[in-house]
């Protein structure tokens, strides 16, 4: 019997039972247990058989909610109150076949599931921390699956009996478009989980409006707005995805980001089509505060005496990434006493930057590699003359080192003229999705498109 037949038939036993009204023996009868095996069998069956209630409710004209009709609890697809549930997370130097042979499946068997993962799962892919549940049925001593869950898009069940196949499952996931706004009364990253958004969605932010925007010298009352997109795995908010458009406001200055993709220009412009994309970003690092600007005449906090000061530096967690401020070539990554472990790029026949007291390189970057704006090169660390964790960001100008939050960059091209009526089409249905009345400055509702 298929899953068409198998609704059918159920569904024409819960009408016949409402129109006969014999509702104590028919509901009686369809147990709970019943309905789980049911489940286990069709794992897809909750929303059709919530439809098919719903449709005898409306042809009968009864409510059903009076009657104490218990849907199964499903996760992964079974019926999870017929199972003895443990759930738990990979620990480290853990490996599948540690996790199987743990449950006293023999060497035989846990290489034939080993076997079966190919093409479906990189059994060396297991991750420090990532969950795993055990479903053993009831009365029985070992596990009848493993379920794994390599990100929350997808889970993989292991079946540890019978055929021993491996399962790939992607879980229904959905796009929406939304709207929001804030204020900024102390950090961006307050404003925005204050008003119920995401570190990853400040982040996103900062990426269209990295090049316009100092986030390191924000101001109270400076406002944002954003649209952009937010990815749902079985109806639950998960990652978000690419901003579409965004605004900002501080004093009397305005800034835009509008996303445009043709497949031959790519990535945010402002209102007038120009690319947001600059010679250089604004800083090396995020997440971090300047702790100490260039200055010629500064204290040292270690020697104990005043020297010139060239930098500026971004105090920043261990370990916090440090990125190149524009494309360039690695002259140097090395070390010194006194800078500790420093990368230094040659950007063009103008400019030079230099990046100081790494914690350690990124992978590959050494003397002659070819790194590109945004590109991580290292880590923040204390190496070196250094008091705290920290970066000390160097910018040359013809071979002279100056103050880089002084310098003014030209603005590039514009969108060819073909391009821009498509482009100032899409500019405004996003300007007017930035300032639709629910997403004010409060930061509180979401617009949904």
């Not at 995805?241 to 980001?257: I, L, R, T, W």
């Amino acid at each position: 019997m298929d899953l068409t037949d198998s609704f059918n038939q159920l569904r024409k036993a819960l009408g016949q039972i409402v129109r006969n009204k014999t509702f104590a023996i028919g509901l009686a009868a369809i147990s709970a247990s019943s309905l789980g095996a049911f489940f286990y069998l069709h794992a897809d069956a909750a929303p059709r058989l919530r439809a098919s209630l719903s449709q005898v409710q409306s042809d009968t004209n009864i409510e059903l909610g009076a009657f104490p009709i218990k849907m199964p609890t499903l996760r992964y697809g079974f019926a999870i109150d017929t199972f003895q549930v443990e759930d738990h997370k990979i620990r480290a130097g853990q490996f599948l076949a540690d996790l199987l042979l743990a449950q006293q499946l023999e060497y035989p068997v846990v290489q034939q599931i080993v076997q079966n993962t190919k093409g479906i799962f990189n059994v060396n892919e297991l991750r420090v921390g990532n969950p795993y549940t055990l479903l053993t049925r009831e009365q029985e001593t070992r596990p009848d699956y493993l379920v794994y869950e390599p990100n929350i898009y997808e889970y993989i069940i292991f079946h540890l009996k019978g055929d021993l196949k491996v399962e790939r499952i992607k879980r229904p996931t959905s796009t929406e478009m939304l709207a929001d706004a804030g204020e900024i009364q102390s950090s961006l990253w307050q404003a925005m989980t204050d008003a119920g958004m995401s570190y990853e969605l400040a982040d996103k932010m900062e990426d269209a409006l990295q090049w316009s925007i100092d986030f390191h010298h924000l101001q109270k009352g400076d406002q944002f707005r954003l649209v952009y997109d937010q990815h749902f795995v079985e109806g639950t908010p998960a990652s978000v995805g690419k901003v579409h458009a965004a605004h900002y406001k501080s004093g009397n200055k305005e800034y835009y980001a509008i996303y445009y993709d043709n497949g031959d220009h790519k990535g945010y412009y402002d209102q007038e089509g120009r690319p947001m994309k600059s010679a250089f970003l604004k800083a090396p690092v995020k997440y971090s505060r300047i702790s100490s600007y260039y200055n010629l005449n500064r204290f040292h906090p270690i020697l104990k005496y005043n020297r010139p000061h060239y930098g500026t530096d971004y105090a920043a967690p261990e370990g916090t990434p440090i990125m190149a401020v524009g494309d360039g070539v690695v002259t140097q990554a090395s070390y010194t006493s006194g800078n500790g472990n420093f990368v230094r790029l040659k950007h063009d026949k103008t400019y030079e930057t230099q990046y100081l007291h790494m914690q350690k390189f990124a992978q590959g970057v050494r003397a002659g590699t070819r790194v590109r704006q945004g590109q991580t090169i290292g880590y923040v660390g204390s190496t070196g003359l250094a008091t705290g964790p920290h970066v000390c960001f160097r910018f040359w100008k013809n071979g002279e080192q100056v103050n880089h939050l002084k310098l003014n960059f030209p603005n590039p091209e514009p969108l060819p003229a073909s391009e821009l009526p498509r482009f100032y089409e899409l500019r405004d249905q996003y300007l007017a999705l930035l300032h639709q009345g629910n997403a004010d400055a409060t930061g509180t509702d979401s617009a949904n498109p």
